[in-house]
């Protein structure tokens, strides 16, 4: 059951807040040293952009974006008109760039959007967004590539295609060992009794359509996972 709660950022005791100054899982920190030195070699300034979230702040974003409050962008990355939509189109406009709460694997403390400060062009701010990772932080993800394909080292990139429902997110790490375990413990039955009982706004939607958000948001096949890690 714990494994759940900390699957779903419910519980938060697998988390070390301060020791790499974003919060990540206790185990992660030393896979996150070793990855950070290597890129160092490289001449990267390896970063976390993101680490660890809890439900309840997912939960915040989720809310603030189904009520309308905060903009939700279409493919071509313009904000979309709410008005326009019906319910079962805003839940699934949402989940194209933000997890449902309880299914984002930031709540497992084993997964991290990262950057390099150093590249980014004098007053721009991080955006996360595919043009900047293939713009100016193109030789961070070029080492990436070339790192995450020959050292074994336990991070691979969940989101790397378009195959799966969300969208490519190519600076989205995560640490197999620790992934693996937390993704096991997520069941749909599970997550779709903690949302039932959860003030979370479209419910009717998300738990008529749970089946088909689990399989193609939640549920990242297991042939991605890296096979050695
Ligand atoms: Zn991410």
């Known amino acids: 059951m714990i494994l759940f709660q900390q699957a779903t950022g419910v519980d938060s005791t697998h988390i070390d807040f301060e020791s790499v100054g ?8 030393a896979p996150w040293l070793h990855l950070k030195a290597a890129a160092a070699d490289a001449g990267l300034n390896l970063c976390i952009a993101s680490g660890y979230r809890s439900f309840q702040r997912q939960l915040t974003i989720w809310n603030n974006k189904a009520s309308g409050l905060r903009p939700v962008l279409d493919e ?6 709410w008005s326009l939509l019906r319910d079962r189109e805003k839940l699934f406009a949402i989940l194209r760039w933000s997890a449902l ?9 084993s997964d991290i959007d990262i950057y390099d400060p150093s590249l980014l062009p004098p007053g721009c701010r991080l955006q996360l967004t595919r043009e ?12 990436l590539d070339g790192y ?23 600076w989205h790490l995560s640490y197999a060992p620790l992934a693996r375990q937390f993704q096991g413990a ?18 009717p939607d998300i738990l008529a359509n749970l089946p088909e958000i689990f399989e193609r948001y939640v549920q990242v096949p297991w042939s991605r996972y890296p096979s050695a890690a």
């Not at 071509?76 to 008109?81: I, K, L, N, S």
């Not at 709460?101 to 403390?109: D, E, L, V």
């Not at 050292?151 to 969208?167: H, L, T």
């Not at 009794?193 to 419910?203: F, N, P, S």
């Open 22 to 29: 974003q919060p990540i899982h206790h185990e992660l920190c």
């Open 76 to 81: 071509a990355g313009r904000p979309v008109d």
């Open 101 to 109: 709460p309880g299914a984002s694997r930031h709540h497992f403390g």
């Open 132 to 143: 900047e990772s293939s713009g100016p932080l193109a030789p961070l993800h070029r080492w």
């Open 148 to 170: 995450l394909a020959s050292s074994q080292c336990g991070f691979f990139r969940p989101y790397s295609s378009e195959q799966f429902g969300v969208a490519p997110e190519p």
């Open 186 to 203: 997520l069941t749909l039955d599970a997550l779709a009794e903690l949302l039932e009982g959860t003030d979370i706004l479209l419910k």
